[in-house]
Each structure stands twice: as structure tokens, then as C-alpha cells.
């Protein structure tokens, strides 16, 4: 029985990234990144914000604390528990005392579905289980709470022993619980699996499958509702998800970015908008839906890893457009190669440019720049056999547009010249502690000056970067705002050893925007130097400042240097 919405049908979003989520590999939130992250996910409008487990470590007991002194205004806060020990009464539990005393309306419970986890984890009879189900369930129910019961392992339990499986879902609903959610917790299942196994279980509880979007948490009070919360264990957990709403499932569970014990969980950046924008269901406003992308962005910053480029929606290269014919096509309608609007997700089109690309791609390259050139004018070519001279000297503009800017604008007479190199040396010397000292000397013609500098520091890059910010910072002072945040190298032509080129991309940063150039030469010093130096010169021409005290002439949003006549 596959539930199609003839209306926009509710799904409630359940985000456990705060606790799911951190238990990946690699993450470790501090209190202030959680509380960062429930901010920005509650700004989203996601409905149910798991926030931890209350009692099992000091950090989620201060975080329930610090929200409650500031609620959520969209969301609600959910703390997360096991069921009761084995023959201990409810009330007696320390577990559930803490979850009580964290405040939340809402609590999500777990319990064993799998009878081998009975036996083998609980060390309990399966009598005693459903008891524990039913009871810590009840308990909650008469201090005030709703209830979530997460049946850990449902799938696994489900296949191996059905009738207790079912059993296990009679007793959260005799208990009181107001939302079954079947748990794939080791991520091995298939769509098919999740979808007939769903459909078994709609047959076998009167259960309400589809809500109106206009009812709220407030009226859950009649027949329960049943959610799905999905590992990706087998690469599936989306379309797990997927096939289980389908199958009647309101709730998903899931996390931001995928994040998650082993292989992870199921991506909400993927789920949300292939249930809302592909399959027509309700599951945030539309305003709130355009704050995904930053939200990826800004909860993979909090847990210190790098964004994925290549996400399903929200990633750098999801609307990238590389080859020729491709960038043609978008440019005169975007359906031609996008699914969605990227702005429905907060995204943005991109086109990138490389040895693939015709001129289409350099003239709407350009126009991301704020430069509109005609097709017509020899520039165009001009840019385009450059670029693909250099890519097959080993430049890579795809990860270097600050290059790539640079490139068009020296092509058009209206890259500005800060300051010309006159040569450089780069020492290396061993101190008597074993450590290398590198020291760089740069001789730069600032303004017809010539400027001699030496910058000392633990690597050769970092002291040509010291060395040359020292001698045009009396000049441009706004390089003082300039960090290099990232250098990436790699060898070109592995077979050459030693003597192959080296292609360099830096990263930089002035607090608020983010560039990147790329330097090749077969001295790997030289590959460097040039990625340095263009990302000062470009950190410049973001500051709209003026090398010769002439007019700046403004192209798009960067000011460039009129050229003289």
C-alpha cells in the first residue's frame, strides 16, 4: 500500500545531529557548538531537535540547562533514553529521573525489537522487555510527557522474529506512545525490505497515516503515527527513508549532512528536499527550505570538517557547470541540465572553466565576475586559448577562480600591477634543536621603490608570506586583514619523480570572503610564490584599492584600476 498525497501531506522532521550525529567518528561538539547548531536548526523550522541524553554525560545536562534558559522558537527539544533496567521500577530508574529533570516536553525512547539483542544485551527474559517498553513508556506518560518510541533494530528484529517484533510495538502502544519509529540501526536493509516490511506493520496497528498540514504537535492524541529513522550502512538510508514514507511513514528521522556512528545516518539535506520538491509532501516553508545549504555549510564548520563539494543539493559543485555544451544549454534554459532551482535550497549556479570549455563557459564565467564581454571580441579567444595552454601545463582554475579573474582581466588591459618581483632567496637551516628555520628575501619595485624584505618561520611558504606581506604592508595595509588559510600541493606527472611539476592552490581568507589561486612550476618554491602573490594581489582588488592613486573603474561588485592611455 503505497500512500500517495492527493494534498501536500505533513512529515515531521526529526534531527539528531546533536546526538546521532556526534557520535561519528572524527566530530566532537563542544557545548557551544551545540548550541549553535539547535540554533540554526530551529531558524530552519525542523519540528524535533534531538538534543542528547540527559544523565549519560555532564555536556547534555548543561545543554538542556542552557536551552532552557533561552528556548527554541520553532522547534521542539527532544532529550533521548532507554527504557527502564531490567526489574527495576520506573520511578526508581536514575536514567529516567534525568530525563525528567531536563524538562523537555517531548522524550524519545528506545527499546530492543530484536529478541537477540534481548538475550544476548539486556541478559532478560523477552517477557521483562515488553514490560520495560511498556512501562518506562507509561511512566513518562503520568509525569507529563509526549512520547517517541525508537524501536532499535526493528528490521533485523522484524526478519528474524516478526511476531515479537510486533509484540514490541503493542507494548510502546499500550504504554502511550504517540509516534512509532521502526530504526534501521544496523543500515543493511533495501528499499524493498523497508517498503514491505512498513506495509506489514500499517496492517498490523490501527495507526494514522495521513495528517493534514495544518495539524501541529499539539494534536497528537488520537492513534499513533509511525516515523523511520535510517543508517546508510548499504548507501541506501535516503532512499530507505524515502520508501518508507511511502509506505505511510510521517516522521524521518535523520541528520544534517549525514553525519553518523560508522557510515552515518540518513542525509536530511538530501531527505527533505527530494520528499518536498520531487514527491510533494509538506515538510518545511519554502523561506526555510533556501536556509539549507548555509545550514550544511555551517554545522559541518562547527564539527570541523569539510563540507562535501559533491552533496546532493547543497554541495559547491551540485550546480556546476563544466563542459561546453552544458553551459550553453543552461544559459538559455537551466532545465536542460538542473533537477531544481539551485536557489530553492539556498544554493547557487556555478560554471566552471577548465581545458573543457568552450566559449560559453568563459563568458558566463565572466558575468559571475560582473564582467560582460561579447562573444565577438577577440578577448574571448584570447582567454580561452590561454586557459587551455596553461591547464595542459597543469593549471587547474576549477578550485582557483581568484586565478582564473586575474587571467580575464590581464586579457582585457585592466589588471592593476601592486608591485613587480625583482627576485627572491629561500634558505633552509637546521638549528641545534633539529628543527629547520626557513628565511626568505624578497626584492619587490612598489611605485617605482624598490623594496628589499626577509621574513623567517618554520617553512619555506610561510617566510616568502611573511617576507613579501612585510614589504607591501607600508603600502597596502590591508593585507594585515589577509590569511592564508589552506595550501594544497600536488606533484604533476607522477612518473618524473622529483623533476615533475608541481601544481599549488592556497586558500585565503579575510574574515568574511574566501578566494583561491593556483601556481604550477617545476620548482615547487616558484608554484608557491605564485599562488601567494596572486592571492595578495586578489585580496587587494577585493579592497578596491588603487596601485597608482588613479579613478577605480567598477566592474560588477570589484573595483578595478582604469587602464592608462
Known sequence: MTVTPASPQK?????????????????????????????????????????????????????????????LKNSELVAF????????????????????????RWVTLFGKSWDLHVSAGLKTSLEENLAMIEDSIGYLRSQGRRLIYDAEHWFDGYKHNPDYALKTLGAAIAGGAEWLVLCDTNG??????????????????????????SLQAEDFHDRPRLGIHTHNDSETAVANAIAAVMEGATMVQGTMNGYGERCGNANLCSLIPNLQLKLGYDCLEPQQLTQLTRSSHLISEMANLAPNDHAAFVGLSAFAHKGGIHVSAVERNPLTYEHIAPESVGNNRRIVVSEQSGLSNILAKARTFGIELDKQDPVCRQILQQLKELEHEGYQFEAAEASFDLLMRQAMGQRPQFFGLKGFQVHCVTQDDGSILSLATIKVCIKGQDILEAGECNGPVSALDVALRRAIVQFYPEVKQFNLTDYKVRVLGGT??????????????????????????????????????????????????????EANATIGSISLLQPSP
Open 81 to 104: 533514553c532507554s527504557t527502564r533496567r531490567p526489574h527495576r521500577a520506573p520511578e526508581d530508574d536514575e536514567l529516567l529521573q534525568a530525563i525528567l529533570s531536563a524538562g523537555t
Open 496 to 549: 618524473d619523480g622529483p623533476a615533475a611539476r608541481t601544481r599549488v592552490l592556497a586558500e585565503f581568507s579575510d574574515g568574511s570572503q574566501h578566494w583561491s589561486t593556483v601556481g604550477v612550476s617545476y620548482n615547487i618554491i616558484e608554484a608557491s610564490y605564485k599562488a601567494v602573490v596572486e592571492g595578495l594581489e586578489y585580496g587587494l582588488l577585493l579592497h578596491h584599492v588603487d596601485p597608482q592613486g
Open 11 to 71: 512529515i515531521w522532521i526529526y534531527d539528531t545531529t546533536l546526538r546521532d550525529g556526534a557520535q561519528r567518528e572524527g566530530i566532537a561538539l563542544s557545548l557551544d557548538d551545540k548550541v549553535r547548531i539547535a540554533r540554526q536548526l530551529d531558524a530552519m523550522g525542523i519540528p524535533f531537535i534531538e538534543g542528547g541524553w540527559p544523565g549519560a554525560n555532564p555536556k547534555d545536562v548543561q545543554f538542556f540547562w542552557q536551552i532552557k534558559e533561552k528556548p
Open 188 to 213: 543493511g536493509c533495501l528499499p524493498h525490505e523497508i517498503a514491505a516490511i512498513v506495509e506489514e506493520v500499517c496492517n498490523s496497528f490501527d495507526l494514522q497515516l495521513n495528517p493534514s498540514p
